[in-house]
Structure formats: C-alpha cells, structure tokens
C-alpha cells in the first residue's frame, strides 16, 4: 500500500532543504536516541498537508485507513481515542442531549460529557470482575436503559473494555436501529478486530461511529488513533475534523501521524495473517493458565487481553504481578484482584514461552482473604457538568458519605468511574474508594 506521508517526510528529510520553520530542533535533536527520528518530525509546511483541513498526503493516508477499515470515514488522530471521544460526542450530540452509556466508560467520556453538558444514564455491565464495573452490557439491560431514558439521543458503549470483555455489538446495534439511535463505540482497544480470522470491528457489526487507539494494539507510536463512521452514517468528514479540532492541538505530530501511515501497509501486508496466529497462541496461553488454576474468562474476550483473576489461585493482583515480575515480565495493569496482561503480533514467540513458563511455575494457594465490595450505581443528583464547575471543598473520605462528588474518581479497573461527578458518596462508593487507597475527594461545597 502506498504511504504518503512517510514518503514526504523521508523525501523531505533527504532534500537538505534550510528549515526556518517549527519545530525548533530543526531535524537535528542532539541526543543520539532522538537524532535520526527528528529528521521525520515535521511541521505544516508546503506539500506536508493539515490535519485538520486535509486535502493532500494526510487525506490520501485517511483513505487508505478507510479502505482497510470498510469504514465510511476515517480520520487520523493524534491525541488517542481521548480525541476519538471527544470528536464522536460533538459530532452527534448537543448540550443538553441525554445518552445512554454503558459505565465501564473511560473518564474521557465523562469529562466530555461535563463539557458539551450532555446528561448520562447508565448501564451497568453484566458484573465479570470484583466491583461489577467491568464486562458485557445485553441487549437486555439496553432495551431497559431505552425504556428508562426514552429520550437519548446516542447510545455508547466501551467493547473491548480494559479487561478484554467485548459486548455482543451486533445485538446491541440491533437495539440501537430499533429505537432509531446511533451506536457509539469506544473501541479504543480493538482496532486489530478489523483483521485475524473474523472482522470483529464495530464499524462492521452495525455501529454507527466508533473510535480506536491504534496505539494500543497496533505498530503505531503512543497517541495515534482513529475516529470512523459507517457506511450511509449523516457525520460528515468535515464535521469530524471540526469538532476533533475543537479539542485537539494546533500541532499535531507527523510522527504519530507517520506511524499510522505506515501501519497502513502493515495491515494490508500482514495483519490478518498476524492476529489469526496471535488468536491461537493465546488459545494456547490460555489453556496453560486454566492448567495452573486460573478459571477462563467467560463471555466474548478479546485476543490482545490475557486477564487473570488471581484470586483463582489464591494471591492478590499485586503478588500475582510481582511474581511474574520475577519471570521478567511487565504486566499492563494489576488490581487488588485481576492482573492484565496486553499481546500483540509483535510480541515473538520467545515472550509467550516467558509467559508460559511464568503460569507453570504459579504456586496456587488455597486462601485468599481480600475483601471485595460489589458496585452499585450511586444516585446522580446533579448533571456532570454542574458538579464538576461548581465551588468545591476536599473531604476526607470518611466525611464523604451524603455528599455529592464535584469530580469524577476512577478506581479499579483502570480508567472506570467508581463516582461520577454530580452523583452521591454512599457507604459502598466509599468502601471502594477507600479500598483502592483514595484518602479524600472533592465535593461540591
Ligand atoms: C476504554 C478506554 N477508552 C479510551 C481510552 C483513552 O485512550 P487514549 O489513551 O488513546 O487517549 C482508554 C485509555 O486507556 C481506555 O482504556
């Protein structure tokens, strides 16, 4: 596949043109790690096209993507699927607007929402993990969320969320196109679903716009990310790169955007003959951690995701992740209870034998006392917004319970809102929070 944008920086990098322009290293970074990549780093110069207004090698990229991706639209971006979010939510929907979301939301969701003053009705997922935040939402629980909150204008869903547990989108989708709403996805980590043995991409099970950091499973550098729409979908290009240059910076890396271009090439050469080997390798990996104890994750997982509940053989997440810390491996998260582990195709095969021989040498234990504390939804009495802008007062979080929480407080898993802005401290929010080490929280004064 051809890459535009490379080819232009590897061109221009070569030209020994004089650079009176940003950025101020000049092409020339003095330390060694960053000396030959600097070259590369561009600024929107003549032919370098931009981002935001694309009509030359960026746009060509974009196209490229989208051809991969059976996408209608899609646009490059380089502030992850933080961006993607925020370019989705003021595509769709406007201040005042309600949508139904799923709460294993990141917190860029709900500051989004804070900030275009969208109001929130939640689902909560079918409980897979210890605080019932984390998992699948059914059409089920959707169907009654719609009868709850007619009036929604968007439904949004995170699948695959941080532990790997993906809903059924093509039900859900479903659900959607009844009841005349687009789908919203936060694929932040499943931009590989588009490839391996089966498109798994929301884009091709019925959602209606979806966004995902490439940066998460694929060869890009960190930040790079895509926001898509479907085929017939009313967002236009041009609204898309509108609304993201509401939020994104007026400098947008060329590195970033470089990698993406790149990862182009690798999806069209080699991508599905990649993921369809990495589904099998984790079949396998999987196998030898139900071998050495650890009960299989239910429900549809994503590949890129080994989670392990160490409870299963009697550790803490902790313990878990510091003994396959002595086997040399860095785990992508570890809690009080689950441990995740992130494989890529880049990962060789050398690394899954690490891995293996790490599960063998688990020394299962019979006890394990951890308390865990169930999630419940506390009650929203004020809209994110209001409480996130309003005066506030830090508390310790043993005065908290009655009080109403001015910021959102993310807890275990990584990045899921135990309370959101505008809703109230329970004892049970406050058991979680004080469990997850939080020692005081602002509250609306
Ligand atoms: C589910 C989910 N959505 C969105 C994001 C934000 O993605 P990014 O870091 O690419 O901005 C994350 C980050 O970890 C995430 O886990």
Redo the contacts with the bound molecule.
């Keep these: 596949m051809d890459t535009p944008i490379y080819d232009f920086l590897k061109q221009y990098s070569e030209s020994g043109t004089v650079r009176f322009h940003m950025p101020g290293h000049k092409g020339r970074c003095p330390h060694p790690a960053l000396s030959a990549i600097s070259a590369y780093d561009l600024t929107e110069i003549e032919g370098a096209d931009s981002l935001f207004e694309a009509d030359g090698i960026i746009e060509q990229a974009e196209r490229n993507a989208s051809v991969l991706f059976r996408t209608q639209e899609t646009m490059f971006l380089t502030g992850?699927?933080?961006l993607g979010?925020q370019t989705m939510l003021s595509s769709v929907l406007h201040p005042g607007d309600a949508v139904i979301a799923a709460r294993n939301a990141?917190r860029?969701f709900i500051n989004t929402c804070a900030l275009l003053d969208l109001s929130v009705c939640w689902v909560l997922p079918n409980s897979r993990d210890a605080f019932g935040v984390s998992g699948a939402i059914s059409p089920e629980s959707l169907e009654a969320a719609f009868a709850q909150c007619p009036d929604a204008k968007a439904v949004y869903v995170?699948s695959p969320?941080?532990m790997g547990w993906m809903s059924d989108i093509e039900a859900l989708s479903a659900v959607c196109r009844r009841h005349g709403v687009p789908l919203l996805v936060?694929n932040?980590?499943g931009a590989h679903l588009a490839f391996g043995t089966k498109n798994r991409h929301p884009i091709a099970l019925g959602a209606s716009m979806c966004c995902d950091?490439a940066?998460?499973t694929l060869p890009v550098f960190t930040g790079g990310?895509y926001v898509h729409t479907a085929p017939g979908f009313f967002v236009t290009k041009q609204e898309m790169r509108k609304n993201a240059s509401l939020f994104g910076s007026t400098s947008p890396s060329y590195l970033i955007m470089m990698s993406l271009d790149l990862c182009n090439d690798y999806l069209e050469r080699h991508a599905n003959a990649d993921f369809a080997a990495l589904e099998k390798k984790v079949r396998s990996v999987r196998e030898a951690c139900a071998e050495a104890g650890f009960l299989p994750q239910e429900g549809i997982c994503d590949d890129t995701k080994i989670t392990l509940d160490a409870s299963h053989v009697g550790m803490s997440g902790g313990e878990l992740a510091d003994h396959f810390r002595s086997h040399g491996i860095e785990c992508e998260y570890a809690g009080e209870r689950h441990v995740v582990f992130m494989v890529s195709p880049q990962n060789p095969d050398s690394d899954f034998e690490c891995f293996l021989s790490a599960v063998r040498a688990v020394q299962k234990r019979f006890v394990h006392t951890a308390e865990t504390v169930c999630f419940a939804l506390p009650a929203a009495v004020m809209a994110p917004r209001t409480a996130m802008f309003s005066k506030k007062e830090c508390v310790p979080i043993e005065s908290a319970v009655g009080r109403i929480a001015a910021e959102t407080r993310i807890s275990c898993p990584p990045?899921v809102p135990v309370i959101v802005a505008g809703e109230k401290i329970d004892d049970t929010t406050q058991k979680i929070l004080k469990n997850s080490g939080v020692s005081s929280i602002n509250v609306v004064k």
Excluded: L, N
């Design positions: 992850g699927s933080t979010i990141h860029a995170t969320d941080y936060d932040a980590h950091s940066h998460k990310a990045g």
